[in-house]
């Protein structure tokens, strides 16, 4: 199962599920229905029902991943906003965006510790039975009402094996010679607000990264990955609070504040800090960018990172408020951040 923040850092630790699941070329939904050890109970959805209980628990923690980078937060999930497609736990502590047309599977887990006592979590799953969010008991957990949650979705009539279907491989971009760059740049002077960006790659039909290698200065530049660790190290010294998006197509969860302890163990670059914990694979990280954008109220810097197959990892801004102007010591991290030399960026 999820190990704690420490074991998932160290060379030497146990493979986590979704490695397991990899080993045997099955779904890390379907290696959780074959634990001997865990009690692993089938829920019913939809899933927005169940989140709309979790309130009930009081303080959690929340766990969404990619491939790539791994992002937990304590805190309880108040004033949510949840519909058929779409959802909001918007809070300091808990601040996610849910996109509940790919929660497919739910179960609630109890895995046995090694020291003794039992881990409980709540598990969701995609289609594909890839993770998309886990929310794990803390010792503050109200588990009285963790148990009557369980026990009221719990879906008596599950049985058998999971109909897993796979997605569709993602479309490759179209061709650089075929992208309008100068209306790319035309429509990225004119952003209003950093969430018309989808619609902007949208309507060019251009990829994320594909757009930031194309557009050129000032709204984007490539930097060298391994400045990562200096920039969330600058930060935590010079105490800038920052944003840290980690999604996945379900999910995505966003730290928001100061960060004080960063170390590096083996691949994984991590922050270690009470109440929140990212792991992130350095070595996964294939491209990095240092992008800017123009709003209405405040244009705004970001560090966006991608793996080797165009996907984005994670992202880092300033801690910012609507209508707040950016914190200029952020502006300033990221200005320091020396562009890429050319000749060290791969052909694509």
């Known amino acids: ?18 490695d397991q699941a990899a080993a045997l070329g099955i779904s890390e939904a379907e290696w959780l229905l074959h634990q001997d050890a865990a009690k692993v109970t089938r829920l019913k959805l939809p899933a927005a029902d169940i989140l709309k209980r979790v309130p009930e628990l009081g303080v959690v923690m929340a766990l ?17 906003d949840i519909g058929p497609a779409m959802g909001l736990v918007l809070n300091h502590d808990i601040d996610l965006r849910l996109f509940m047309t790919h929660w497919a599977f739910a179960f609630a887990v109890e895995t046995p510790l090694e020291k003794g006592g039992v881990r409980h979590s709540i598990q969701f799953f995609d289609k594909a039975g890839i993770a998309i ?18 026990a ?24 650089d010679a075929e992208i309008d760059v100068e209306a790319l740049r035309a429509g990225w002077w004119k952003l ?26 000032p709204f984007a530049r490539r930097i060298d990955p391994a400045v990562v660790k200096q920039l ?33 163990m083996g691949p994984w670059l991590n922050v270690l800090d009470p109440g929140f914990n990212l792991h992130l694979r350095a070595d996964q990280i294939a491209a990095a960018y240092a992008v800017w954008k123009p709003q209405t109220d405040s244009a705004v810097h970001s560090i966006e990172l991608f793996d080797d197959t165009g996907e984005l990892i ?19 991290l990221v200005a320091a951040i020396p562009a890429q030399i050319s000749a060290q960026i791969p052909s694509l």
């Open 192 to 217: 209003a607000d950093v969430h018309d960006f989808f619609a902007l790659l949208k309507k060019q039909g251009v990829g994320r990264q594909q757009a930031m290698r194309l557009v050129g200065d």
């Open 64 to 80: 969404t991943r990619n491939p790539s980078c791994v992002h937990e937060k304590d805190g309880a999930y108040d004033h949510l």
């Open 314 to 332: 994670c992202q880092f801004f300033g801690e910012r408020k609507p209508g707040k102007p950016e914190l200029e010591s952020w502006k300033a």
């Open 232 to 264: 969330l190290e600058e930060a935590a010294s010079t105490e800038v609070p920052i944003m840290c998006f980690v999604g996945n197509r379900g999910c995505i969860q966003i730290h928001s504040g100061q960060i004080h302890r960063v170390v590096e």
């Open 152 to 175: 009221d979705f719990t879906d008596a009539d599950a049985s058998g094996p999971l109909h897993i279907v796979a997605y569709p491989p993602k479309s490759a971009d179209r061709a």
């Open 1 to 18: 199962m999820e190990t704690s923040s420490v074991e998932k850092t160290r060379p030497a630790a146990p493979a986590r599920a979704v």
């Open 133 to 150: 969010h886990k929310i794990f008991a803390r010792p503050v957990t109200n588990m009285d009402a963790w148990g009557k949650l369980v």
